[in-house]
């Protein structure tokens, strides 16, 4: 217990702390994309290589909300704890550039010693990051238990804070996102945006030791309250603590694969520009705040077993009634397109397009981690261990599923049947989860019956994407008019989202999430011309290197010149593969359009090369644009 002359942490002062947190979820976004974006430098931008970090990132939160919840429980001065996480993150994160000149050198050398082939590289890729990165996620990952300790006193309890706290987190991350990609990054750069996020780190630890001056945070034994419902459901409103990290499993690993096949998905609904990402990712995260707000309102009047049941059921459902009708988006656009608009709403219609697709859905996931933390139970002073137990599990879950969607359901199953494969999941975990808490039989079949049929009918009555609508650019050139042509090939992949060829007569188009690559009639004298003007500046035949394949024009011209090796980097697979279709038109040998014995494609390591690694002494480098002019 703590000194009598030590006043116990006031409801005033947990405010604050929730604005503390607020601030330190929008320097965790700041330092994840700085991140992101500077490894991207070193290992190349392909979903891979973006894939080992995260996963790295993600590691290290995943051990320090365990490690830290440990420490936390045991800590009188957890608001002490907090603040020198805050601090020692901000002060990690200051040397960013050092750290990452020291990994640039290392992956250097060993690229040019090793000569790695894929999946060795992926795991040099991950150690490396893993090794920069796991210092300052372990320290964010730990900041959740110790602020959800500072804030536990006896007149409060557990019911409604940790919901409350996790959405002001996620409210922070949003806000991040959003001032990172359109102020910080355009206007400061990457060290701007890294001083401004150190400069709060430091101040929420000012803050905090202030705070932390003659208070104590009591740890009293009684058994905290788990959100159980009423009387009717008091045999059904607890879950043991074993199935509360199953649920926190499956949520982390449904909800970050939702995100990987959503942030898929939009490359043809809004792009894949770094607005478009940041508005994406702003939504997601806007929705979660939201749905932990609405879980701190159902534990706080008891109805946390209904909520959770609830949050599980509705997502398959919602989802597999609005999925289908995705491609209806480029109405809107086209719309819009009538006004001659502007670059503020052509992104104002982006950023509506995104609330109205992923808004809801990320709402309800927003929901169920913080009430499977909230139903934990047990005692008061082991609620820290617990959380961080539970994020732990959670948070090693959503890498798993991230790399389930990015590298499995995606490419095999297509995103349409990813989203109806991840609903029937949720379905079954949510049936389940229905039928162990709530103890009246008829509220069980109604709501179990209902979300079941709900589910079933929409899979299987409502229609499959046009795929000429859902890819026809509507997105870049505001127009919804696809009666131009017919597509012929489809495909998706991780790497390059969704390409299509259309055909209209005998001119055949390659598209790649709705934006024009090439085609076989009006534009092959541009394609050919990127291989012509840049070889007229030559005098010697040694080796060329092509960036982006496309149609496999360009290229098939560089074969028609005595060069020695022509070396080819394209990161989408589904790209090389679509360009069969062009290849009588580009090569006019109705053969391959270059010689095996003269070159060589790599279509899936793109971005392996490091920039710090020797020249290859080619003589002709060209880069084939993704749109013509």
């Known amino acids: 217990m703590p000194d009598p002359a030590s006043p116990v942490l006031t409801d005033s002062l947990a405010r604050t702390l929730k604005r503390l947190f607020f601030a330190s979820g929008a ?14 430098y070193t290992f190349g931008t392909t979903a891979y ?12 939160l995943a051990l320090g909300s365990y490690a830290v919840g440990r420490m936390a429980t045991r800590s009188k001065r957890p608001i002490l704890l907090y603040a020198t996480l805050e601090l020692a993150t901000g002060l990690y994160c ?15 050398r060993l690229h040019e010693s090793l000569q790695p082939d894929g999946a060795t590289l992926t795991a040099i890729r991950f150690a490396l990051a893993f090794l920069v990165v796991l210092i300052p996620s372990t320290l964010m990952g730990g900041t959740l238990p110790a602020i959800l300790k500072s804030a536990l006193t006896r007149k409060a309890g557990l019911s409604g804070q940790i919901g409350s706290f996790y959405a002001a987190n996620l409210g922070g991350a949003a806000t991040g996102t959003l001032v990172s990609t359109f102020l910080l990054l355009p206007t400061g750069g990457l060290y701007g945006a890294l001083a401004v996020a150190v400069l709060v780190n430091v101040a929420i630890f000012a803050v905090c030791v202030r705070l932390s001056r003659g208070v104590a945070v009591e740890a009293p034994g009684e058994p905290v309250e788990s959100g159980g419902g009423g009387p009717a459901d008091a045999p059904r409103g607890r879950l043991p603590y074993a199935a509360v990290l199953g649920i926190a499993a499956f949520s982390g690993l449904s909800s970050l694969a939702y995100e990987n096949i959503f942030s898929h998905v939009f490359g043809t609904l809004i792009g894949s520009s770094a607005f478009a990402f940041g508005t994406m990712l702003f939504t997601f995260l806007l929705g979660l705040a939201f749905g932990g707000r609405l879980s701190a309102g159902f534990a706080r009047r008891g109805k946390a077993p209904e909520a959770l049941a609830a949050s599980l059921l509705a997502p398959p459902v919602l989802l597999a009634a609005g ?19 502007s670059f503020l709403v052509m992104e104002g219609c982006r950023f509506l397009v995104c609330v109205a697709v992923m808004l809801a859905p990320a709402t309800l996931f927003g929901m169920v981690f913080p009430l499977c933390m909230e139903m934990a139970g047990g005692r008061m002073q082991d609620t820290p261990r617990r959380i961080g137990a539970i994020y732990a599990v959670n948070t090693l879950a959503s890498v798993v599923g991230s790399l389930l969607a990015g590298f499995v359901m995606i490419g095999r199953l297509g995103s349409q049947d990813s989203f109806r ?23 069980r079949l109604v709501w179990g019956g209902g979300a079941a049929a709900g589910f079933l009918l929409a899979t299987g009555l409502l229609p499959a994407w046009n795929i000429g609508r859902i890819t026809g650019g509507s997105w870049v050139y505001f127009t919804h008019d696809h009666s131009r042509a017919e597509v012929i090939h489809f495909e998706e992949d991780v790497h390059g989202g969704m390409t299509t060829v259309t055909q209209e007569g005998k001119v055949r188009t390659m598209w790649t999430n709705g934006k024009f690559q090439g085609n076989n009639a009006t534009e092959m004298s541009v394609q050919r011309g990127f291989a012509v003007y840049p070889v007229l500046l030559q005098n010697r035949f040694e080796r060329a290197l092509n960036i982006g394949f496309g149609t496999g024009v360009t290229a098939a ?15 989408a697979p589904s790209i090389v593969r679509a360009s069969r279709f062009f290849r009588c038109r580009a090569s006019g040998s109705r053969g391959r359009p270059i010689s095996s014995t003269r070159s060589s494609t790599n279509s899936v390591t793109a971005g392996s090369r490091p920039a710090g690694c020797s020249s290859n002494g080619s003589s002709s480098t060209i880069s084939t644009p993704s749109t013509f002019s």
């Open 421 to 443: 494969v991840l609903g029937a999941a949720g379905l079954v975990v949510g049936l389940a989860v229905l039928f162990r808490l709530l103890a009246d039989r008829r509220r």
């Open 49 to 60: 290589a973006t894939a080992t970090v995260l996963a790295a990132f993600m590691g290290g």
């Open 27 to 40: 320097t965790g976004l700041i330092y994840e994309t700085i991140f992101v974006k500077v490894f991207g």
């Open 94 to 108: 200051l040397f960013t550039p050092f750290w990452h000149r020291l990994v640039t050198d290392g992956y250097v």
């Open 557 to 571: 011209t560089l074969g028609r010149f005595p060069f020695k090796k022509i070396e080819i980097a394209e990161i």
């Open 323 to 341: 999925v289908p009708f995705y491609d209806r988006i480029d109405s809107l656009y086209g719309l819009v397109g009538l006004t001659a608009p």
